[in-house]
């Protein structure tokens, strides 16, 4: 490239020298980004919530209903599911794990939606780690613990030893836990025994929401499925349950459509602005490129510089945009504690890949019109 530094440093000039143009360029860019990575890092953020419970519980396989599509719409299975499981060979251990919502009346009167995790009796396995209390405390009478995270105030920031009412049954809070994954539906959770949450709270003829197992090794996993599906229900990893509720939120709810929607609209606003944007820069120094075409300037020198100021607008507006949608959810999440964002490699892949699109449609446009001038024409007007 050593052979065209000198052309592309005449293009670097000609382009930061007409700043109202590259400033018009550089904003169009930043702003597309930035609406694309904010679309997509919502997105992101929203399935990252929709997978908390297995996030959290950390199962490595689940046993549900067919019909399942996502942890919190759980659909009660029988009792004897849980002997037959536990009585296969592939299996080391398999515990039961209900999961529900209920209304809680608080100590002012007021009434609160609430999800309840009932965990397996004697295990207490998938447990959020203690903030405050000991575990040993959930099994006493009415015990709960609650967990500390964007919803606690919505049950009035609740002390061990505060009290409350679920269905004319009373709740103590003996502990107060943080987990890894903040839930999506923005309300309070509670953790208490199996077998207390389903004598508090009202259910179908079957009371098993989920059943917790753990292989004896990878390869007993297609062992384990095979004999469950028989049974007429299905077993599915933790990887394979998170893809069917991201599947879920994507395809069967508006959510994915509307952030598909939003992304491709940032797309063409970008395109369009930077686009007449540069098309109207080349038109504005067709003499210069005529000019450098009449002292021997070949068409791919010109091509190489015309792509060589496309593609630096493009990465410059790329990081600008990145640093701002960096910064708004940075001070987003510092305020609003339910905000759901978060920026990983492959919206920022998408952004990167849409941005070099950008500034090859550019380039494009502007080669065309470069490629067609010839000096005799300017310089004759």
Known sequence: MKKYAGILRIGFKLLVNDTS??????????????????????????????????????????????????????????????????????????????????????????????????????????RPELEQGNIQDIYADNAFLVINDAEFSKLENPKIGTSFELNDHRGTIVGIARVASNGLNGVPTLYTTYSRAIEYIPSMRFTLSYILVQPKSEAAVAGIKQKVAKLGYVAITKEEFNKRISDYYTYKTGIGTNILLMTVISFIVGLSISGQTFYTFILENLDKFAALKAIGAKGRELTYMILFMATFTALTGYGLGIGLVTLIISIAKSRLPNYAAMITFWNLGLSFGMVLLIAAISSYIGIRKVLKIEPFDIFRG
């Open 21 to 126: 143009k590259f400033s018009a360029l550089l904003i169009g860019i930043t702003f597309a980004v930035f609406l694309m990575m904010q679309m997509t890092a919502m997105f992101a953020g929203i399935l990252n919530r929709a997978y908390s419970t297995t996030t959290n519980i950390g199962a490595a396989m689940w046993i549900m209903d067919p019909a399942v599509n996502t942890a919190t719409s759980a659909i009660p299975m029988p009792d004897y599911l849980l002997d037959a499981v536990r009585s296969m060979d592939e299996v080391n251990y398999a515990v039961p794990l209900f999961i529900g919502g209920a209304m809680v009346k608080l100590a002012s009167g007021t009434y609160e939606s609430v999800f309840v995790v009932g965990l397996d009796d004697t295990s207490l396995f998938g």
